[in-house]
């Protein structure tokens, strides 16, 4: 009896099963890119800035690259501590953020809140 045919679905079976999962696997990655980050990217569009939220590490200065994508400017915008950054469409900015010990900083675009523009930076 020729055991080969079973032998090969079975290491398929298991080929495929090691790649399964692969939005939890993103997930976790993504996640743990961001935890405590010291330096961000942000990319802004038309309304929205990705990621919305990140994580960083309480205490820190955290240096935020902000690339507008979009077709109208943008800004990036902290009430407190007072942060306001303007990014015209097709450009690169950079702000620093001193950010606290606790709590979550949130960051609006000044021209578009109130289409949605909007997210936090959430201190670990």
């Known amino acids: 009896m020729d055991l080969r045919p ?8 298991l080929l495929l099963a090691g790649c399964g999962g692969g939005s939890t696997s993103t997930d976790t990655k993504t996640k743990a890119a961001t935890a405590g980050a010291t330096t961000v ?9 990705k990621p919305s939220s990140v994580n960083v590490k309480g205490g820190t200065t955290v240096k935020v690259t902000l690339k507008n994508e979009g077709s109208t400017a943008h800004t990036f915008t902290i ?7 303007t990014v015209d469409p097709g450009k690169t900015a950079t702000a620093e953020v001193a950010v606290p010990a606790s709590g979550t900083v949130p960051f609006f675009c000044r021209f578009h809140e109130g ?9 670990t």
Do not use: H, I, R, W
């Open 6 to 13: 079973p032998a090969l679905l079975l290491a398929a079976a």
């Open 41 to 49: 990217e942000l990319e802004q569009d038309n309304f929205y800035f």
């Open 79 to 85: 009430a407190s501590p007072a942060v306001d950054v």
């Open 115 to 123: 289409s949605g523009m909007k997210g936090t930076l959430v201190v």
